[in-house]
């Protein structure tokens, strides 16, 4: 179907070496959106984690929706490196370290996030600090 043709003219723009990142960013993202995390993964091997934000959080993402969340955690770093503010970095990230339970840079990188973002109140993101904040005490 139409899920066919988009992979193919995203392969054939990977040709191109210019255009190859950011196809092969737009496929990571396709494979992630389909809950194909198997071949997102395999295709954000070819991306850095340090090129750009946009490739760290990919990256990121397609290793924690693998469980690798230690390399999750240091694609997303990587990413930081070059943003340090980039909300959607921060959040992904504490959710990487909530699932190794490493509560306390869990709860860091969250209320990092919360204060560039100011969720509303009942947002997951205040939650999960709740909960991480608990099990610290």
Known sequence: GDGQG???SLRSAQDSS???SSATKNLVALYLNVADYAQAAD?????????????ALLVGLAQRAQGRFSD???AYNDGLKLKSSDARLLFNKAVALG????V???AAAMQRYIEIEEPETGHV?????RAWREKIQ
């Open 43 to 55: 295709e954000a091997k070819s991306l850095s984690s340090s090129e750009s934000v946009e490739a």
């Open 72 to 74: 999750a955690v240091s």
């Open 104 to 106: 306390k840079e869990a």
């Open 6 to 8: 988009a992979v193919k």
């Open 125 to 129: 993101s205040r939650k999960l600090l």
């Open 99 to 102: 699932a190794m339970e490493n």
């Open 18 to 20: 210019a255009a190859k």
